[in-house]
């Protein structure tokens, strides 16, 4: 296949080179193949094209139990499910016992177990969306106290540009306590939505807890500092501290959140061989998952739990982890009667997109309509 044949395709909306490798585009943004520069010629290495969607080349939500070895694909399910955090993560919260539905994975260590490592060993989606991290400084700047309780500190950071998401968002923005390590994220249109989506973090937060924020902690960037904002920390009574110029490696509590995020967005995005415009969905479920089931090296619970009200009363929350899927996978949603003819498919296919906040519902994509249109159904957990 030639170049120009590949251009003048009304299919494909171009061909992408990068050092070695290439990759066709089709006109929605979906990889169609890739293929790997050999001795001068390009080699196909993977299509994408699937009869089945005709868009997606969806990623896998079973296992398959006649393969001797079931223990291993569990965990591949399972670190899938959790939007490819490290097996160590994971390790760590089944060892902890403070997330209940993870039965499957009830056995996996660490320490030298083969098969957990060679879970990581043969991620493709792990492969191809990870970096090698370069360290980042210190959390905190040198003169402030650790925070101990929620509300203590916040730490923000914002992303972007990126790609117009189906909903036609374009910056990430992150908000991460100190002391519970809760992330919020906001996926806004412009930059100058900043300043309302931290307020409005900010009012639901002094919900939760009944007293305001202490400290407000950022990069100092333009949207951070606007008129509006500080006006509004004044009069919440709540101090600002910014990083020193030239330092951003002192904002790395955000900072390092946003490029595990990035780098979740990365793999999911590989691994399910998916359009960029889902990025702010996958964000929204590695935030919603890293929340729940992630647990820091230092600590004893998960996120959600040090963030609860209820933990600082020795009372902390349980949940559970039965209604995670693997994001991007295909799904089958049930269309009501009351919505359909009595000759009507009883089911249209979608993908999984992630979850609502609640945790009570999935949300869907259906990959049958010409617009993107998200379903949400009642979670069976
Ligand atoms: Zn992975």
Redesign the pocket.
């Known amino acids: 296949m030639s170049v120009s044949q590949v251009c003048k395709s009304p299919m494909a909306s171009g061909i992408w080179f990068d050092g070695n490798s290439a990759e066709i585009r089709l006109k929605d943004g979906c990889i169609l193949l890739t293929a790997y520069e050999r001795g001068g010629c390009y080699i196909i290495d993977r299509c994408n094209y699937s009869q089945q969607c005709g868009r997606f080349n969806l990623a896998s939500e079973s296992v398959n139990t006649d393969r001797p070895d079931v223990a291993e694909d569990k965990i591949s399910l399972w ?2 499910r959790m939007n ?1 955090l490290g097996v160590t993560g994971m390790a760590r919260t089944v060892r902890l016992g403070v997330v209940e539905g993870l039965d499957d994975i009830a056995g996996l260590k660490i320490d030298g177990d083969h098969t957990a490592s060679s879970v ?1 060993d043969v ?1 493709g ?2 492969a191809q969306g990870k970096i090698t991290r370069a360290p980042l400084g210190k959390d905190t700047p040198p003169d402030h106290v650790k925070a101990i309780l929620p509300m203590d500190r916040w730490h923000a950071d914002s992303f972007g540009p990126f790609p117009e998401s189906i909903a036609g968002n374009k910056y990430m923005l992150l908000i991460v306590d100190e002391a519970s390590d809760k992330t919020f994220a906001y996926f806004l249109k412009k930059k100058s939505d900043e300043a309302a989506a931290i307020q409005d973090c900010y009012r639901k937060g002094k919900v939760v807890h009944g007293r305001p924020l202490k400290e407000f902690h950022s990069d100092g960037g333009g949207e951070f500092r606007s008129t509006e904002l500080l006006k509004f920390w004044s009069e919440e009574g709540v101090r600002v501290t910014t990083t020193m110029p030239h330092t951003p490696q002192q904002n790395g509590r955000a900072e390092r959140k946003g490029r595990e995020i990035v780098e979740a967005i990365r ?1 999911v995005l590989h ?1 399910a061989r998916s359009p960029v415009e889902l990025w702010a969905e996958i964000a929204k479920a590695v935030v919603y998952v890293r929340n729940m089931v992630s647990v820091q090296k230092t600590a004893k619970n998960t996120a959600n739990q040090r963030w609860s009200p209820r933990s600082t009363e020795g009372k902390p929350i349980i949940e559970s982890a039965k209604h995670l899927r693997v994001l991007l996978c295909d799904a089958w949603v049930m269309i009501p009667n009351a919505d359909r003819t009595k000759l009507e498919s009883k089911a249209r296919k979608c993908i999984f997109l992630g979850y609502e906040e609640s945790g009570l519902a999935h949300r869907f994509l259906d990959i049958q309509s010409a617009a993107y249109t998200i379903i949400k159904w009642g979670c069976q957990a």
């Open positions: 670190h899938a490819h990581m991620c989606g792990c793999t691994h």
